[in-house]
């Protein structure tokens, strides 16, 4: 089982979150002995104290962590498509997809294209375009190369090069691109409408 970035996140803020409780408790709980035994020893009272020092002394790390992993979530989901609905989004794809066919020298011959269902896909929904062309080599390869450098989470899923012309080295290709986008967007189904 592999854990996704989101995941690793959400554990470094649990672990951060975590160790705050942890500082917390621990300072109530020396508080709390404190004030119950005043006659206790003078040596365990010194090393409750320590101890809180310590802890005390790893909480800025803890919240730079929090923080830090706060940024990056907020930055990783900038990446998301957001649209109104999973229609738009997938409307956004194919904009972008369009984009780039047509800023290749020369332009991708894009014959068709093909709107998937959108998807769950780990903690987002996923939309996808599927693209029908005629180009040669170089020009796939720029255009897997300007895909990746979008600023948006996308990337293709699935490549199929069928036939290739002889005379003028053209191929038949079928790729399919994806993109990820908030949850929220994906089609409630008709069973949890009731819930």
């Not at 979008?150 to 012309?165: K, R, T, V, Y």
């Amino acid at each position: 089982m592999t854990i996704s970035e989101r995941d690793k996140r959400a554990l470094v803020l649990l672990g951060a979150a975590g160790g705050a409780l942890l500082v917390l408790w621990s300072i109530l709980n020396f508080w709390n002995a404190a004030s119950s035994t005043p006659g206790g020893s003078v040596s365990l009272q010194e090393k409750e104290l320590s101890h809180l020092r310590l802890m005390a002394a790893t909480l800025p790390g803890r919240q730079r962590q929090y923080k830090q992993a706060q940024a990056d979530l907020a930055a990783r989901e900038k990446m998301l498509i957001d649209a109104n609905d999973e229609k738009l989004a997938q409307e956004h794809l194919l904009a972008i997809v369009h984009k780039l066919a047509s800023s290749q020298a020369p332009a991708l011959d894009l014959r068709n294209t093909e709107l998937g269902q959108p998807k769950p896909f780990g903690d987002f929904g996923e939309v996808t375009v599927t693209l029908n062309m005629v180009c040669r080599i170089e020009q796939l390869v720029n255009f897997l190369s300007d895909l990746t450098a979008q600023p948006e989470a996308i990337a293709s899923e699935d490549l199929h090069i069928f036939g290739i012309n002889e005379e003028t080295k053209e191929m038949q290709v079928r790729l399919t691109v994806g993109g990820l986008m908030p949850k929220r967007l994906l089609p409630k189904k008709k069973g949890s409408e009731a819930l």
